[in-house]
């Protein structure tokens, strides 16, 4: 790397499990570029910007597909007066949207940027809430736009239709507007237009304090199903900011109770799918539903709630399993138990569907090379054969301690992201299985739930973190900044809702309308983790 970088380098820091390097604004292609092809990082995890009081700046979060242990942080600092850098989007597709909000609330433009314009606020709207010289008292005027064709003025053997689907609707899986053209029957352009459930999550959580009032707030990002593994990226990364030790005991709780939350979210995904995709109702949705209520139960009974848990603490878990220990382990092998006949009915009434197979087999198309590009993980991309799994290859909690398999498909259609799915809800059931077989006979005097953390947390001032988890849906990523303060100065979050959504129109462009449905269900993406 230090040969490839080496004449473009201009400082180097230290950031925590990843080294840093400074390079030039005018240059950030030919470095990216070298880094990728040369050296290998061929994901761009992340795009975090920020101000300083003199400089803003911009770090692009590389990592390799192949070993996520291999990191990389490349800085970009500009002038406090004229924010402006080279775009990393030719480089890295998934830059695109990463810079487009960078711009949108930090104010750094890219030159060369192929779409900068605002992604989550509206685009009449004034300033950039994130930059230090916001006013945020200011009025607001959201005019009420046109919406004009963007491929009106092309030739085509058709006359083009601009159809808005969304933002409310069942099948946008939340309130998403996608600005689709029709060419005839055929999808010609397709733009997800997000933002439409902001909620400030990074602001809220630079105003809370580490070990008290953040941890809250995960759960709220994909509300729907994976609260705890939402919680995990937060502590993860805190935890390696303020160099805190987590107790084994805690982290098999962790492990199980991720796994619950993995299941459902994949029950609830496999359930909405089949309403999408051939109108399903009756029984292969009242079925997830069904399958995904087993698991909330569990979790109800873990973490006193079935939908914002708020069960991990900072160093560990809140309190210990619930009792008796033996009926709440006799309720989980329960539920494990049926698994291999509910996996069956699931094939049953949706793989082995012909109707079913015919609206997802070679459908929604992601070739390996376009997921890298943008940036996509979790069932999405390992439905196009790409072999990537931070719990196996960046292991955490009680994961490298456990006998269990990556689901992979080669495919990388509607179809293989779904198998995808049915074949890690087996695999989490394993999981699930073999904590409580460790949880069990864990000896009474060293079950240790918390380690000893302080009661106000102020991590050394310009201490930097990435970290991140898998998620349900895909990589699930935190960046902090410290500042010497007990709230951190910065706190990015990397959706992998956001990255995988990023990905619709490759995927949709040249295919029905029907299919474009099919496709942005097997995204499988939580709007509010999307626009955050």
Known sequence: MDDLAGAYVLDREQHLNAPAIVVRPDEVQAVLSALRDEAGYDHCSCVTAQQYADRYETIYHLRSYADPTDELSVVVPTSASEPRSESAAPVYETANWHEREAYDLIGIEYEDHPDLRRILLPRTWQGHPLSD?????????????????????????????????????????????????????????????????????????????????????????DWASAGLLNEWAYARAAEDLADIEVPEYAQVIRTMGGEMCRIASHMLAIATYALDVFGEFTAAFQYGIRDREKLLDLLEALTGQRMMFNYLRLGGVAWDLPEPREEYFERVRDVLDTFPT????????????????????????????????????????????????????????????????????????????????????????????????????????????????????KPADDTETYR????????????????????????????????????????????YVPDLVATLGSLDTIMGEVDR
């Open 133 to 221: 010289d916001y006013d945020q008292n200011q009025p607001q005027i959201v005019p009420l736009e046109a919406h004009a064709n963007p491929l009106q003025d092309d030739q085509r053997e058709q006359d083009t239709m601009f159809l808005n689907i969304g933002p409310h609707h069942p099948s946008t899986h939340g309130v998403l507007h996608v600005r689709t053209v029709l060419d005839g029957e055929v999808v010609a352009d397709v733009d997800p237009d997000i933002g439409f459930i902001h909620r400030c999550e990074e602001q809220l959580c630079q105003q809370g304090t580490y070990r008290h009032q953040i941890m809250p707030y995960p759960d709220r990002w």
């Open 342 to 457: 509910v996996l069956e009915e699931y094939h049953d009434l949706l793989t082995r569907n012909e109707i079913f197979q015919l609206r997802c087999v070679d459908t929604g198309y992601l070739s390996p090379e376009a997921a890298k590009q943008h940036g996509c993980t979790g069932p999405v991309a390992r439905g196009s054969g790409i072999d990537y799994d931070l719990r196996r290859d960046d292991s955490y909690g009680y994961y490298d301690e456990l006998d269990w398999a990556v689901a992979t498909r080669p495919e990388g259609d509607n179809f293989a992201r779904v198998l995808v799915r049915l074949q890690e809800v087996e695999e989490s059931a394993k999981i699930i299985e073999q904590c409580v077989d460790v949880l069990e006979d864990w000896p009474e005097d060293e079950r240790t739930i918390q380690s000893n953390v302080p009661r106000t947390l």
């Open 468 to 511: 991140a988890v898998e998620g349900a849906k895909g990589e699930l990523g935190i960046y902090i900044r410290a500042d010497g303060t007990d709230t951190p100065a910065r706190f990015k979050i990397r959706s992998p809702c956001f990255a995988n959504l990023s990905a619709l129109p490759t995927m949709a462009e040249g295919e």
